[in-house]
């Protein structure tokens, strides 16, 4: 498996739902950091966890980082018709150059 | 909020065409970034830059690639001989030591 493999590759949801997405790593990590990607456009970050972090709260986003098992997870709550979006975790690894390595993303759709 | 910036948009060229991607980085960031995404797929790492000179490369970067930060604001990317498998979405990204990168909007290239 890759750095970084986000799970489900699809999530289709009804509006007012949470949304639970996952993301596991192989290597050891400075930081995780979830982006979103609306169709076509750029990546806007969304929340940086360190490693010495458990849990980051930012709005209507909860992150987790569980560095035992080398997994992650993004929860949105109360979703909205425009957190329709693909969502990618990007790891920060700790050698080599502090670039970050991105998985596959998740395709988030929320139904009205 | 600073951002990452990026021209041109879109870039259309002919196969075997040079062409030049240009992004301007946030001002007071050390470490700065091309990735690639290839549409429908995951964001590649290109290529890593940092103290004026290339920290770390993927596989993809080789000799038709090559990057250039010619003052103290522009970041530029150069692909020599264009090939139809070039098209894709280039995104710059910039960030501090250990920090959020912000990714610019990306250029779209279409090689035809």
């Known amino acids: 498996s890759q750095q970084g493999e986000e799970d489900p590759q699809a999530l289709s949801i009804q509006e007012g739902e949470n949304a639970t997405m996952n993301c596991s790593y192989k290597?050891?990590?400075?930081?995780l950091q979830w982006y979103r990607q609306n169709s076509g456009r750029g990546l806007v970050h969304l929340i940086l966890?360190?490693?010495?972090?458990r849990e980051k709260h930012s709005g209507r986003l909860r992150v987790t980082l569980d560095t035992s098992k080398k997994s992650s997870s993004l929860l949105i709550t109360a979703s909205r018709a425009a957190d329709t979006a693909s969502y990618f975790c990007?790891?920060?690894?700790?050698?080599?150059?502090?670039?970050?390595?991105f998985g596959q993303g998740t395709r988030l759709t929320i139904n009205p | 909020e600073p951002e990452v910036t990026q021209t041109p948009s879109h870039q259309v060229t002919q196969m075997g065409q040079e062409v030049i991607l240009r992004c301007v980085p946030i001002?007071?960031?050390?470490?700065f970034y091309w990735y690639r995404q290839i549409l429908g797929q995951k964001v590649e790492f290109l290529v890593s830059?940092?103290?004026?000179?290339?920290?770390?490369k993927s596989e993809i970067f080789d000799d038709q690639f090559s990057v250039e930060r010619p003052d103290g604001s522009n970041f530029t990317l150069k692909i020599r001989s264009t090939k139809l498998e070039d098209s894709a979405m280039y995104f710059c990204?910039?960030?501090?030591?250990?920090?959020?990168?912000?990714f610019g909007q990306g250029t779209r290239l279409t090689v035809v």
């Open positions: 001002s007071n960031h050390l470490y």
């Open positions: 290597t050891s990590i400075n930081n």
């Open positions: 990204a910039s960030r501090q030591d250990g920090s959020l990168a912000f």
């Open positions: 966890i360190r490693s010495n972090e």
């Open positions: 990007a790891t920060d690894i700790i050698q080599g150059a502090q670039k970050l390595v």
């Open positions: 830059f940092y103290n004026n000179e290339i920290s770390e």
